[in-house]
């Protein structure tokens, strides 16, 4: 069996009274997609933000590659080789769609700040680096078009994918991916299901919350429930639409009817 890439052994965080994650272990290999759902106040924003830094863990720890990141400020985590997108978008309205993805690629500029200072000879290196890369990535998910289009214009879908441009831009080795798939319509989530399995083709394995279950299903193959802070099942998509606590916690029949039958 692969090394695992991501390994989080008994994760818990707690905010004042509230447990809000609960001894949580998950381990992710190279090269997978791998799904984390569960109702509203689950515990699974929480969970990514103990990964990413975020939030420093009250129990447990969290390795990548074996490297222990307990403690870490998030951009040494980024440099680590985990990125990640927001429940709710965050990107510069103002600023174009390649100016986003380069913000993005800022985290691997060799050049340092005295070298950006007088503009020496490898930050300009650097920037025209991160043009070329910058629009590569565009192309990657599709929005190529609308490089120079300040990302306030772009459509709520193609926003979504321009943020994943932006952390695919840190060239990391996993991807969190939070509710990729909230607000777009059921072509954009045709589209975007491609893209989360060109991106694993890609050699970068993803980690996705997600409350769409049909993408869930769809792209997924493992998927760990959490409740109340709690993992409460892991397993194929097909062994979790029969299982009672996933049911009774947060699919509901019709839910995992319609799953089933994407």
Known sequence: MAEALLSAGK?????????????????????????????????????????????????GEVLLEGRRLNGLKPHKITRAGIARTFQQIRLFGEMTALEN?????????????????????????DNKEGSAEGLRLLRFVGIDRYANEPARNLSYGDQRRLEIARALGTKPKLLLLDEPAAGMNPKEKEGLMELIRKIRDSEVTILLIEHDMKVVMGVCERVAVLDHGEKIAEGPPEQLQKDPRVIEAYLGRGAVEDAAGA
């Not at 380069?102 to 000879?121: C, Q, T």
């Open 101 to 125: 993805v380069e913000v993005g690629l800022d985290a691997r500029h060799r050049a340092g700040a005295i070298s950006a200072i007088f503009n020496l000879p490898a930050h300009r290196r």
């Open 11 to 59: 994760v818990t965080k707690v905010f004042g009274g509230l447990t809000a994650v609960r001894e949580v272990d998950l381990t992710i290999s190279p090269g997978e997609i791998r799904g984390l759902i569960g109702p509203n106040g689950a515990g699974k924003t929480t969970f990514f933000n103990c990964i990413t830094g975020v939030y420093k863990p009250d129990g």
